[in-house]
Structures are given as structure tokens and as C-alpha cells.
């Protein structure tokens, strides 16, 4: 008897810490509403309408997304950089924040100028959408950036 009480206390203790749904449906940014943007590594292929620069021995330019269950985070790298930071997704919109990258200088000015754009392009990002393999991240109605797997 007492260790049926124990049980049945437990389960209520564990009923009470649950997390109720929001209202209305899945939340922003959850795993179902993100979980495309999760996982593959998304690779820089255009950088406001221009090809983007690869190669060279520098770091390809890429973002890689993640979610715990405390904050989303971003990682990658920039061109000659790392870099990370956090992020709020739902659906279609995204925004940015706590954009951080290593002050490694490139050696080509073509590459610091492109580096230059592409975080700016993530903090002006509000949107995205996914088609197949290519992730495109907008500011309004202006595409800022398209990226593909791999």
C-alpha cells in the first residue's frame, strides 16, 4: 500500500511539470516547425544576387542549425571566420541574434568584403524559406541569401 502512494505521488509530480501545449497549436520555433532548417549543413551559394566565394583554402562559408530544449543556436563559418549565435524560427519568419565570429583577417579583400555581407545579411534575415536542398533567407521581399546542403 505505501509503495502504491509513492507511485501515484511520483506520477502526479511528474503530470505537474509536464509542459502544456500553447494555445492554438504548435509553438514558434519548435522542433516541428523548424526541424527542415536542423541538421544539414547549409552551404553559401549566392550572397544578394552575386555567386558567393568558395575555395581557396579559406572556411567555405555554411551555417549549421541546432535546438535544445533552453535556446536554438546557429554555428558556421563566414569565409575566414567561425561563427555562431542564436536564432528564433517559426514557420517562415526567422531572426538572428547574438551574432558572434572569430577577427581572423582574410587575405583576399574580395573574401573580408563577402564576409562582411554575409553576417550583415543574417542580421537583416526575417524570412526563409526551404525548396528541396536550397534554404533562401529574405529581409522583407529582398532575397539576401540562398544556401544548399551539403
Not at 492554438?24 to 520555433?29: D, L, R, V
Not at 567561425?82 to 538572428?96: L, Q, V
Not at 554575409?118 to 529581409?139: N, P
Amino acid at each position: 500500500m505505501r509503495k502504491a502512494r509513492w507511485t501515484i505521488a511520483l506520477i502526479v509530480i511528474a503530470l505537474g511539470c509536464a509542459k502544456a501545449p500553447e494555445p492554438g497549436g504548435e509553438e514558434a520555433g519548435s522542433v516541428t516547425a523548424t526541424s527542415s532548417l536542423v541538421g544539414p549543413r547549409w552551404r553559401l551559394v549566392e550572397l544578394e544576387g552575386e555567386p558567393s566565394i568558395s575555395g581557396g583554402g579559406a572556411r567555405e562559408p555554411h551555417l549549421i542549425f541546432s535546438q535544445s530544449d533552453s535556446v536554438d543556436r546557429v554555428g558556421g563559418a563566414t569565409g575566414c571566420n567561425s561563427m555562431g549565435g542564436t536564432y528564433e524560427a517559426d514557420a517562415t519568419s526567422i531572426r538572428f541574434s547574438q551574432l558572434f565570429s572569430t577577427k581572423m583577417a582574410c587575405v583576399e579583400e574580395d573574401r573580408m568584403r563577402q564576409e562582411a555581407r554575409f553576417v550583415k545579411a543574417l542580421e537583416s534575415a526575417d524570412r526563409y524559406a526551404i525548396s528541396g536542398d536550397t534554404l533562401t533567407l529574405s529581409a522583407g521581399t529582398e532575397v539576401v541569401a540562398k544556401f544548399v546542403k551539403g
